[in-house]
C-alpha cells in the first residue's frame, strides 16, 4: 500500500487541504491519505486556538469526500504534553503499517525549514516526501537544505497546485460572520456552526449564527 501521511494544525481543515490531498493521491497512485491533526507543533509554542478533539472531528467529516482520504490520530497529543516531532509520527505509522510505502505530504514553504525540524537527517531516510508548490516558493531552488544526491531522489515535486488558503484569515473571517463558505467543505462549516468555533457573538438576527 502506498501511503501518505499529511500533518498539520488543521484549524481548520479547508478545501485548499482537499484539493492537494487529491492531487497527490492522484500523481503518485496513493491509496490511502492520512491526515493526521498535531497535538502539539513544535514550531507553533502557542498552540492552536481549537481543542484537538474539535480539529479531529473536522478533519473526519471533510475525509468523507474521497474514499482514499481517512482521518488519523497517529500525531494525537501526548500524555505528557511533549511536543509532536513529525519523526516520532512517521516512526509510529511506520510501526503500524509495515508493509506500506510512506510518503509525507507538505508544502513548499513547511519542506522549506526542514532544517529546523527535528531530526531532519533521520526524517529523510524513513520516509518518501511529496512537495506541494505554494505561490511566493520555488521547488526548483532546494539549495538552501544541502539535500544530498540520495536525499533529492526521496523528493517528489507536486505542480500546479495553488490553493493559498490561510487558516488563520479563514479564523478571522469566521470570528466576523463570514461563512466562508467558498473555502470550507459543507459538513465543516456545518460542525463550526454547531460548536459556535471561531465564532464572535453576531448581532441578533444576523450573521452566520442566524
Not at 174 to 187: I, N, R
Request: some cysteine.
Amino acid at each position: 500500500m502506498r501511503v501518505a501521511l499529511f500533518g498539520g494544525t488543521f484549524d481548520p481543515v479547508h478545501r485548499g487541504h482537499l484539493a492537494i490531498a487529491a492531487a497527490a493521491a492522484d500523481a503518485f497512485a496513493l491509496e490511502r491519505v492520512l491526515f493526521a491533526p498535531a497535538g502539539r507543533q513544535p514550531l507553533k509554542p502557542e498552540g492552536t486556538p481549537t481543542p484537538f478533539a474539535d480539529r479531529l472531528a473536522m478533519v473526519a467529516l471533510a475525509c468523507e469526500a474521497d474514499a482514499r482520504f481517512a482521518v488519523s490520530e497517529v500525531d494525537a497529543p501526548r500524555v505528557d504534553e511533549a511536543p509532536n516531532y513529525t519523526v516520532d509520527t512517521v516512526a509510529a505509522l511506520r510501526r503500524e503499517m509495515p508493509e506500506a510505502a510512506v510518503f509525507v505530504l507538505v508544502g513548499a514553504d513547511s519542506f522549506l525549514g526542514l532544517r529546523r525540524w527535528h531530526q531532519p537527517e533521520r526524517l529523510l531516510e524513513m520516509a518518501e516526501w511529496i512537495v506541494a508548490s505554494r505561490p511566493g516558493f520555488s521547488l526548483e531552488d532546494l539549495s538552501s537544505l544541502a539535500l544530498t544526491p540520495e536525499q533529492i531522489g526521496r523528493v517528489h515535486l507536486l505542480r500546479g497546485v495553488h490553493e493559498d488558503v490561510s487558516a488563520s484569515e479563514l479564523r478571522r473571517r469566521l470570528s466576523q460572520g463570514d461563512a466562508c463558505a467558498e473555502l470550507l467543505p459543507g459538513a465543516v462549516l456545518g460542525y463550526i456552526r454547531e460548536r459556535g468555533l471561531y465564532l464572535a457573538p453576531s448581532p441578533p438576527g444576523g450573521g452566520i449564527w442566524a
